[in-house]
């Protein structure tokens, strides 16, 4: 089965910086549109990037400019590297795979922990 497996996470300073990683099995990754979405404890999930197969990306407005998205197909691996973190950020990120063909399946990693603060 398609398993998704994020890591990276863990506590930073407020300022600091992380770069987290996915890593996905058993999935013709270069059909999926990947993202990163987090939940904060008491709030709904909420998407903050994403890119195409062919390399768009899409961000949240309180996002952008401090996080970056990217993918290596060749490795099956899609990253977020985050700056300029905030305490607001703290949250479980989730990796996300999204097919871009019709009839594909939506999978989700299990999360990894991102604590900012001091």
């Known amino acids: 089965q398609v398993q998704l497996v994020e890591s990276g996470g863990g506590l930073v300073q407020p300022g600091g910086s992380l770069r987290l990683s996915c890593a996905g099995s058993r999935i013709i990754f270069n059909i999926y549109t990947m993202g990163w979405y987090r939940q904060a404890p008491g709030k709904q999930r909420e998407l903050v990037a994403a890119?195409?197969?062919?390399?768009?990306?899409n961000y949240a407005d309180s996002m952008k400019g401090r996080f970056t998205i990217s993918r290596d197909n060749a490795k099956n691996t899609v990253y977020l590297q985050m700056n300029s973190l905030k305490p607001e950020d703290t949250a479980v990120y989730y990796c996300?795979?999204?097919?871009?063909?019709?009839?594909?399946?939506?999978?989700w990693g299990q999360g990894t922990q991102v604590t900012v603060s001091s």
């Open positions: 890119i195409t197969s062919g390399g768009s990306t």
């Open positions: 996300n795979a999204r097919g871009e063909v019709a009839g594909l399946y939506t999978y």
